[in-house]
């Protein structure tokens, strides 16, 4: 059984603790690897590590890291296809899916590569008579990112370039379901001569996690995951005293008004819900037809769900794979039953798919006639479950999505500019789509939700990444003549 330990120091360390946890293929269902589970000490190491390596990497000129940031995107770009094979054999999605996760990772070292203008501080002359003001962003020293399975390789990279970049030593907690394909960001990043220590991989569960948010050298703390720990996660770590941002939960709306293309919506609904097995946090989870669009919609939606190909991620054929764990299918499937049971109607029940019973596969499944008190609107199932609450106006639909507690991300179909624009200003989410299913911003934008979406007041990657990873010194400076100078128990004021 292969094994993925922690890389500590420029190195692949194998743990100590003797506990690990198993990693699946979920084509097949087998066992492929197991993964070491780290101890509060072999955390710690990481930690010391990081910190010794952090005076030379802070000192290293803008120019030099920029151009090792060029050389980490080279790299990486040449590897995404053995990245992505990692990721469709641990993760369960479609290679292509796979590839463009590790290129979107490529795009957030590309953006990271314009370091020296991205901490480029700020300078103002004469703020009052002789003295001038300028501002620094400095990085913070040791800092820490925890991540989801959904995206094995692309959110640590939303973390660590940023992070890196700022000049800061980064540790990564990955998902403990498909960690492969975080020690081959960290060969990648080597191989390119990044200095030891400054991206370090410590392999584990709660242990770990828990260590990251009481440990007092790791200085800020980005997380990704499922809203009841992202909470936690959030909670514990800002009561340490440390910068805290989570990203948590999601369930995005789709909103189809009357006047839009049904073709159009449909082929953005199908393939935002079902794209990676719909184990996406901007998949579309709810589709809300307004007024009579409802039925021609959803017959273009049962069409196009028949003709899905369904199979292993690793045959180009696909189109899509099956979900992470065994124990994840049963629980997206349990949603479907308690749809049933509240009195839905469930069109497509992806149980019958030929697939199921192999690996960790589930057909698509829609359900129609969904009520917002339903168990399968409230959760996020996380799954290839298309849900559908019909409104009869705009302002229906609106009304529902302010009510949810999510909001990432959101998205309107219709060919009226002046509605579309309406829903941008109406609509209570982070991230937003016009004929758009899955908004997701490019690596210069910055990418988070509202509500319980994020907990924390700053978005991921991007400018706000950069500002998140680091923090401002403001430096007051005068040089006078010392003839001029007198004793003045003024406080400092415009003069
Ligand atoms: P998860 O919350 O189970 O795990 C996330 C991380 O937390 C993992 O590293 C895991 O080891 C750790 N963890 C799990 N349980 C813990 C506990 N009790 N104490 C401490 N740490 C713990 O999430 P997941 O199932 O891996 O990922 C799916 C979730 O992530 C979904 O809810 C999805 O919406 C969310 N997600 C959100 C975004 C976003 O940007 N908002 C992006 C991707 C995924």
Redesign the pocket.
């Known amino acids: 059984m292969d094994r993925i330990s922690h890389w500590i120091g420029g190195k692949l360390v194998p743990g100590e603790s003797g506990i690990t946890g198993p990693v699946f293929n979920p084509a097949t269902g087998e066992q492929t690897h197991v993964v070491d589970f780290a101890t509060v000490e072999e955390f710690d190491r990481a930690v010391e590590i990081a910190n010794e390596a952090f005076p030379e990497w802070r000192g290293m000129s803008l120019s030099k890291r920029a151009a090792l940031f060029f050389r980490m995107r080279e790299v990486l770009d040449s590897r995404k296809t053995e990245v992505a094979k990692a990721v469709t054999q641990q993760h369960g999605k479609c290679l292509f899916d796979a590839l463009a996760e590790v290129e979107r990772g490529v795009e957030l070292l590309e953006f990271a590569a314009g370091l020296p203008h991205l901490l480029k501080g700020s300078y103002s002359e004469q703020i009052t008579t002789g003295f001038d003001l300028f501002s620094v962003r400095q990085p913070l020293g040791v800092v820490a990112g925890?991540?989801?399975?959904?995206?094995p390789a692309m959110?640590p990279m939303?973390m660590c370039a940023a992070a890196m970049a700022a000049g800061n030593c980064f540790i990564l907690?990955?998902?403990?379901?498909d960690s492969g394909a975080s020690l081959l960001l960290a060969e990648a990043f080597r191989d390119a001569g990044l200095p030891d220590g400054v991206f370090q991989v410590v392999q584990?569960?709660?242990v770990?996690?828990?260590r990251t948010?009481e440990h007092p050298d790791i200085k800020a703390l980005s997380?990704?995951?499922?809203?009841?720990?992202?909470k936690?996660?959030y909670a514990t770590a800002a009561a340490n005293g440390k910068r805290v941002q989570a990203?948590?939960?999601?369930k995005n709306h789709m909103i189809v008004l009357p006047d839009a293309d049904v073709g159009m919506a449909a082929d953005a609904a199908v393939s935002s819900i079902n794209g990676s097995a719909g184990?996406?946090?901007?998949a579309i989870a709810t589709v809300v037809p307004v007024g009579d669009i409802a039925d021609p919609l959803i017959e273009a939606i049962l069409e196009r769900t028949a003709k899905l190909k369904v199979g292993d991620g690793m045959d180009p054929e696909n189109e899509m794979g099956p979900l992470?764990t065994l124990e994840?299918r049963d629980r997206v499937v349990s949603y479907i039953d308690s749809a049933r049971e509240q009195g839905a109607t469930v069109l497509v029940d992806g149980r019958e798919h030929p697939l199921w019973g192999t690996g960790f596969f589930v057909g698509p499944s829609v359900i129609d006639h969904v009520t917002e008190d339903m168990k399968c609107y409230q959760d996020?199932i996380?799954g290839p479950v298309g849900t559908i609450v019909r409104v009869e106006t705009y302002e229906d639909a609106i009304a529902l999505t302010r009510r949810n507690r999510w909001g990432?991300g959101a998205a309107i179909f219709t060919r009226d500019g002046g509605a579309a624009r309406q829903f941008v200003y109406d609509i209570e989410a982070g991230m937003v789509g016009i004929n758009v299913p899955i908004p997701v911003p490019l690596a210069f934008y910055s990418?988070?939700?509202w509500k319980e979406?994020?907990f924390g007041d700053s978005k991921?990657y991007g400018p706000e990444g950069i500002h998140f990873w680091t923090r401002e010194k403001a430096v007051t400076v005068r040089w006078p003549d010392p003839s001029t100078s007198k004793v003045d128990l003024g406080f400092p004021g415009a003069r």
């Open positions: 925890i991540t989801p399975f959904n995206f959110v939303w907690k990955p998902s403990e379901r584990g569960d709660k770990a996690v828990d948010l997380f990704v995951g499922s809203t009841p720990i992202a936690y996660v990203l948590a939960g999601a184990e996406r946090c901007m992470v994840h996020e996380f990432n990418f988070g939700g979406s994020l991921m």
